[in-house]
């Protein structure tokens, strides 16, 4: 059991410090930290068994407040725990071929986004992207793999710059690729043909929440009518919108960003978002792998989950 919660812990603190990140791949690991506890308590009643999710699934959701794609997945999973009749070893069968299904559906998703996504990138696209959104990096693997010749501007993305992964993702597959600091982007903004972003959070309005500076880039684009497009599966649709909440946005400790040691602390505040909301004026297309969306008509997401 010892070494079972020092993996359940593991996988929480990778999430948690950011060596899993991103929305889908912060899902897919909520679901295996589940399909653990599942796998390994094949004694517990099935009673026990549902309290030591829903326990486990409160700390996960705690780790990134602002992922409804983690959310809704560990939902579902609860979901099915409640419906099935099942009990004992057949119940940790079901549920374990659950978490595996569910796990290659949010895989199949993002190659379903990477093919429609893929035919907005027309030859000589200059694409601006922030973060590292997988989502995003095989949208442009996928436009590479079709012999799309483009070029693509990274952001580096304070304060955690997940641009390097971006960069050395897609450098790894040679589409040219040209690193920015944040503060650039509205410099690069006059080359650039489409801004491409990944997005945490969907909300029923048609705003996007994506990782902090997002919605800078978007006005940027605005002022040179760059198009902005959103790759987003719809588990990424916060239920909350739609009951007039907005997203929750995370705030992580401020030595991201600066140590204490570094400044006088008496008379300063530091803080440290890590994401923003891009109002739905800013967006031109959301493409989700149910369709290519505006964000006038995102409330379809709602109906379609
Ligand atoms: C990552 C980020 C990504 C979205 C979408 O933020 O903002 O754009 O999560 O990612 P962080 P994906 O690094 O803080 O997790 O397309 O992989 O779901």
Redesign the pocket.
């Given at each position: 059991m010892e070494t079972i919660n020092k993996q359940i812990q593991q996988i929480m603190q990778d999430i948690k410090n950011?060596k899993v990140?991103?929305?889908?791949?912060?899902?897919k690991a909520g679901i295996h930290c589940i399909k653990i506890i599942i796998k390994n308590n094949p004694k517990l009643s099935k009673k026990e068994l549902l309290q030591t999710i829903q326990k486990n699934t409160k700390d996960l959701i705690r780790l990134?407040p602002t992922?409804p794609?983690l959310q809704n997945s560990l939902k579902q999973l609860i979901r099915e725990f409640n419906k099935t009749n099942l009990e004992g070893q057949k119940l940790n069968k079901h549920m374990i071929i659950f978490c595996d299904n569910y796990i290659d559906n949010i895989k199949d998703i993002?190659i379903k986004i990477a093919k429609s996504g893929s035919e907005i990138i027309k030859d000589n696209d200059i694409i601006m992207t922030?973060?590292?959104?997988?989502?995003?990096v095989a949208i442009l693997k996928e436009a590479k793999k079709q012999g799309k010749k483009f070029n693509v501007i990274v952001t580096e993305?304070r304060p955690?710059l997940?641009g390097k992964i971006t960069a050395n993702e897609l450098s790894k597959v040679n589409i040219p690729v040209t690193y920015i600091v944040d503060s650039a982007a509205a410099l690069f903004m006059k080359d650039t043909t489409k801004v491409l972003?990944?997005?945490?959070a969907i909300s029923l309005d048609g705003s996007v929440t994506?990782?902090i500076g997002?919605y800078l880039i978007a006005l940027a684009a605005k002022d040179f009518n760059v198009p902005v497009f959103v790759?987003?599966?719809s588990h990424?649709f916060d239920s909350r919108t739609i009951l007039g909440f907005d997203v929750p946005i995370?705030e992580r400790d401020t030595d991201e960003i600066i140590t204490k040691k570094e400044l006088n602390y008496k008379t300063l505040k530091i803080i440290n978002p890590?994401?923003d909301t891009t109002p739905k004026k800013y967006i031109k297309q959301i493409i989700t792998e149910k369709g290519i969306l505006t964000p006038s008509n995102i409330n379809k997401l709602s109906k379609l989950m």
């Open positions: 950011l990140q991103g929305a889908s791949e912060v899902a990134r992922e794609a993002v922030h973060c590292h959104s997988h989502t995003v993305t955690r997940q972003v990944g997005a945490d994506n990782k997002t790759a987003c599966a990424k995370e890590a994401f």
